[in-house]
């Protein structure tokens, strides 16, 4: 169990102040390890925590009074904690995924999601949905408490075997009992319950036609009152408005993708905020589904409230950190306590409990305590131009200790490809710079960033995506920070294929490439993709889009496909995948392997048992950093 330091703010911070350059980096272990300590929440009263720690393959799940008092331990061995939801404070949902298939209902292999909750004064854990009829034993959406005639309960959507229907189930946290609340038909999205444990709208989407609807409730029946087509970036319920009332939607205008209020009463629709197209998500009040805030990225995550007094108690936390970086992870109902993690120069990340009645900040733990202050590398916004003047927005991680002049480089460009870096302690990159590399993330075209960064992208997977980040090359050799002939490119999913077409779609660029979880063979993968859920879905028509074909286009998709360019490999490739991944097919890294070898190439092939798409496990992730740098050490030794 952490143990809580009492003092101030200034005090604690004191702690994270710069130490000796120290002969040796840390082990890999440091930074390989799964985080000391995860998933922190805090009960509704402000007067319990929870938070689950990490020791080796091992989880517990810790839970105490905010005073340090213990209240009781759960050892949740390797399973794969995804979150901890508090129900008041007599209750604690444990939120779990694990990867299995069942054929035996004709369903292929899937990250299944898992809800259990903790009675604290019964000291017992019940498994939520179990007593549902003709369901599986698992979660379609994240839970939802509510606390209804003094009672909790826990609503979620489940699967009806028997009838091919979506339902909305609610379980007594008490002894697990279930039942039915609402249902509807296959398309079925999801439903927003009110306070008081009321359905008061739903969503369904037609993957074939990409009608979505948003629906409310009128008595018996469900009117809707907005509606879109929208084959691709298909709406999503968010929450109720700021009013409560309104219901919020995320949804693509003309003007990209914003946060929307809908009028239950007349589907009229506003913006939520004037900025609203900038925000990356809303913070929603836990108690009441309110929308109170919004998450942004400036370089790293921000958060803004709509409450003058929330943003004020937001920026008395934020201020208590100066020249750090604080992030919002949970807050009590009244806003008086709240759990932030703390990251920035020469900080690995560290979790605070504050206390704004108490004035005082406790640390709750550290999430790298084997990487000291000292040798955490120097991360910074770095920007340049593509060859076509596309400006291309990044960060550049430099090595500690060493002059940025001639250094090593490692391209790390992120996953999705629909997503995108921040500021903020990356293990991976992190690892990497300690051992001598500069390393380069790059917000590539169809990168999240930005609407026009992400639409600049469309059609060009394996063209433009990928000389973006060569083009990143040049502009660091440039200007001097970088050896051009000391580069590789290492990058998991996207950044997996990426690292694949490097050294085979391109030539002279790298010297070396690690590819985790790739996409080798996109006609191939899309073939998967159809199997699994069918050729006319959103999914199909995301990765469409930035592959720049319809259906079909074997010619389109072979031109950009590294198996097909096998006999182009001049330089090594060491490719990595977990067995159990469900989103790139562990067979994606088989068949390039296999087809490289045969070619002559040189190729190293690394297979994760029990490992999914997200290095979950802490074993199977310091294994693959464990490859990673010693196929990089040995093709491109730093020094």
């Known amino acids: 169990m952490f143990r809580f330091i009492a003092g101030c703010v200034g005090a604690l911070m004191a702690l994270a102040a710069p130490l000796a ?61 995804r979150d901890l939801i508090w129900a008041g404070d007599e209750h604690l949902l444990i939120v779990t995924s694990k990867t299995t298939s069942m054929a035996e209902f004709g369903i292929p292999e899937h990250e299944w999601f898992i809800g259990q909750s903790y009675s604290l004064a019964k000291k017992r854990v019940i498994n939520i949905g179990a007593q549902a009829q003709n369901s599986l034993n698992v979660m379609a959406n994240w839970p939802v408490v509510r606390q209804v005639d003094g009672r909790w309960y826990a609503y979620i959507t489940t ?110 629709v506003t913006d939520l905020h004037p900025d609203s197209g900038s925000f990356t998500g809303v913070i929603v009040d ?48 009244d806003r008086r306590k709240v759990v932030v993690l703390v990251e920035g120069a020469q900080n690995s990340g560290v979790y605070y409990l504050v206390d704004l009645g108490a004035k005082r900040a406790d640390i709750l733990g550290e999430t790298y305590p084997g990487v000291p202050p000292g040798e955490v590398a120097e991360m910074k916004p770095y920007s340049y131009k593509a060859a076509d003047g596309l400006e291309i927005p990044g960060f550049l991680t430099l090595p500690p200790g060493r002059e940025a002049k001639g250094l090593p480089l490692i391209v790390f460009p992120h996953g999705g490809p629909q997503a995108e870096d921040v500021l903020g302690f990356d293990f991976w990159a992190q690892a990497m710079a300690s051992r001598g590399y500069a390393v380069l993330q790059p917000n590539f075209r169809g990168s999240s960033t930005e609407e026009s960064l992400t639409e600049a992208g469309y059609g060009e997977w394996g063209r433009k995506m990928q000389t973006d980040l060569s083009d990143g090359v040049k502009a660091l050799a440039a200007e001097g920070v970088i050896d051009p002939a000391r580069v590789c490119i290492v990058g998991a999913s996207y950044g997996g294929y990426a690292a694949m077409a490097g050294v085979t779609l391109q030539k002279g660029v790298y010297r070396c490439a690690v590819a985790v ?62 067995r159990d991944d469900t989103v790139v097919p562990y067979r994606q890294s088989v068949v390039l392997a296999e087809a490289l070898e045969k070619a002559g190439k040189r190729v190293e092939m690394v297979t994760l048992d029990g490992e999914d798409h997200w290095m979950s496990r802490g074993a199977t992730r310091q294994r693959m950093l464990e490859a990673t740098v010693a196929f990089l050490l040995r093709e491109n030794p730093p020094n």
Do not use: C
């Not at 805090?42 to 925590?49: A, E, N, Q, T, Y």
């Not at 091992?58 to 331990?73: D, F, K, T």
């Not at 979880?517 to 899309?526: M, T, V």
């Open 21 to 81: 350059a120290v002969a040796a980096p840390p082990p890999l272990s440091a930074y390989g390890a799964l985080p000391a300590i995860e998933n922190i929440a805090i009960s509704g009263s402000g007067s319990k925590i929870a938070f689950i720690t990490v020791a080796g393959e091992q989880r517990r799940l810790i839970m105490q009074e905010v005073s340090g008092a213990p209240i009781g331990v759960i050892e949740v061995g390797d399973s794969k904690v």
């Open 159 to 268: 699967f009806n075997l028997k009838r091919p229907i979506i339902e909305l189930q609610r379980v007594l946290l008490d002894d697990g009992r279930t039942e039915p609340v609402e249902h509807m038909g296959q398309d079925a999205e999801e439903w927003l319950v009110d306070g008081n444990g009321v359905p008061q709208a739903r969503s369904r989407y037609n993957q074939v036609t990409g009608y979505w609807s948003l629906g409310v409730r009128k008595g018996a029946i469900w009117p809707d009152v907005f509606q879109v087509e929208a084959k691709l970036d298909s709406p999503q319920i968010v929450s109720f408005g700021k009013d409560g009332h309104a219901i919020v939607v995320s949804a693509q205008t003309n003007q990209g993708r914003r946060f929307l209020e809908v009028s239950p009463e007349t589907g009229e």
């Open 286 to 333: 836990p108690a009441s589904r309110r929308a109170i805030g919004a998450r942004y990225i400036d370089g790293y995550e921000q958060a803004v409230f709509f409450d003058p007094a929330d943003q004020a108690t937001w920026n008395s936390v934020k201020a208590a950190f100066k020249g750090q970086q604080a992030r919002l992870i949970d807050w009590s109902r």
């Open 517 to 578: 979880s790739g996409i080798a063979d996109p006609q191939g993968f899309l073939k998967w993709k159809a199997m699994r859920g069918g050729r006319k879905t959103e999914a199909m028509r995301y990765w469409h889009r930035f592959m720049g074909v319809d259906e079909g286009g074997a010619e389109v998709l072979d031109e950009i496909a590294p198996l097909s360019h096998v006999a182009d490999a001049q330089s090594p490739i060491l490719l990595i995948h977990g």
